[in-house]
């Protein structure tokens, strides 16, 4: 299990508290938690969530969970890690509306309405309905499988059974397919280009020229004196990128 905390913008820690809520599992011994703080990732992951999944394939755990940070729309750089992408929703909090808006949804292998139970399980069910309706209106990601729509309760333990079951499903359905191995090329693919942005990233706030020239130009955005578009030109052009310049074309999947 793969937990994912949101870190402070202002101080940057990280309460890691995920463990405390898996009161049964922390202590089963065929199991293995660890929080990670998010940092300044987005995307509802860790900058080296790709590589703590292959060590724990490694050392030889077959199933593994990564537990983002939820926040919403932003949360899809994990559809590029994993091989089932499970959504969960609220019912009754809002969720609704960003649920039914494309982004998270549209590339979710399964939805599931959690807290279905007491006063709220009517409303987990007319949620449920609402992310039906709103997946009709969808292009599957894949012409194999079609994402269902189901409702559950951690505290009721009721429903879970479902979802392993449709996870099972999805997996066999699409090995058979070979669409399973194409996802997991893709995969490799995207990992490859954000390995490149991150390094390229690393590389641009290590330049001594962009360095030299930072503090004097992120002071001058803060006072207003330059614009945000002339200083990101400015550092730009000390890393040696000329302003205004296109990006070589680089090669799509199967060129």
Known sequence: MLAVDPS??????????????????????????????????????????????????????????????????SETIVSDMVDFFLVLMLAGAGDELQGIKKGVLELADMVAVNKADGDNALRAESAAADYRHALHLMAPATPSWSPPVTTCSALADTGLDNIWEQIVTHRDKLTATGELAARRRRQQVTWMWSMVTERLMDAFRAAPEV?????????????????ASAAADRLLDSFGIEAGSHPPKFPSEGE
Do not use: N, W, Y
């Open 8 to 73: 402070s913008q202002r101080t940057g820690g990280s309460i890691l508290g995920d463990k405390t809520r898996m009161e049964r599992l922390a202590v089963d011994p065929a199991a293995f938690i660890r929080p990670s703080p998010a940092g300044g990732t987005l995307g509802g992951v860790t900058r080296t969530t790709r590589e703590a999944m292959l060590l724990c394939e490694a050392a030889g755990f077959d199933v593994i969970v990564v537990e983002t940070v939820g926040v919403g729309q």
């Open 211 to 227: 360095a030299h020239a930072l503090a004097s130009i992120e002071m001058a955005v803060a006072e207003g004196s330059l614009a």
